[in-house]
């Protein structure tokens, strides 16, 4: 039912940064990033729950900042330092019930995925 769209990917060399971008059709109570690389499991990269709480993969803890915008039913993703490492399709997920799980099964609305690529 909710409708999520990411944008803001994009093809950057190691050491770069991105910034990636979710809208909502309507307000959620948690949202988060996901990922999926080629012949891999999608993962959780992070989350972030309606009051401001968050949590992150240890994989980019430190590199990558999810926030929100409420009043835009908006979720962000900036990525710094990136490695080749990071290279996969990222999607935004959300959910109704408050949360900050980074497990792909409790979300129940997702949005198409937006491509990062990290080159070196």
């Known amino acids: 039912q909710v409708q999520l769209v990411e944008s803001g990917g994009g093809s950057v060399q190691a050491g770069g940064s991105l910034r990636l971008s979710c809208v909502a059709s309507?307000?959620?109570?948690?949202m988060g990033w996901f990922r999926q690389a080629p012949g891999k499991e999608r993962e959780g990269v992070a989350a972030?729950?309606?009051?401001?709480?968050?949590t992150y993969a240890d994989s980019v803890k430190g590199r990558f900042t999810i926030s929100k915008d409420s009043a835009k039913n908006a979720l962000y993703l900036r990525m710094n330092s990136l490695k080749p490492e990071d290279t996969a399709v990222y999607y935004c997920?959300?959910?109704?019930?408050?949360?900050?799980?980074?497990?792909?099964?409790?979300?129940?609305?997702w949005g198409q995925g937006t491509q990062v690529t990290v080159s070196s």
């Open positions: 972030i729950a309606f009051d401001g709480t968050t």
């Open positions: 309507e307000y959620t109570t948690s």
């Open positions: 997920a959300a959910d109704r019930i408050y949360r900050l799980a980074l497990t792909p099964s409790q979300y129940a609305y």
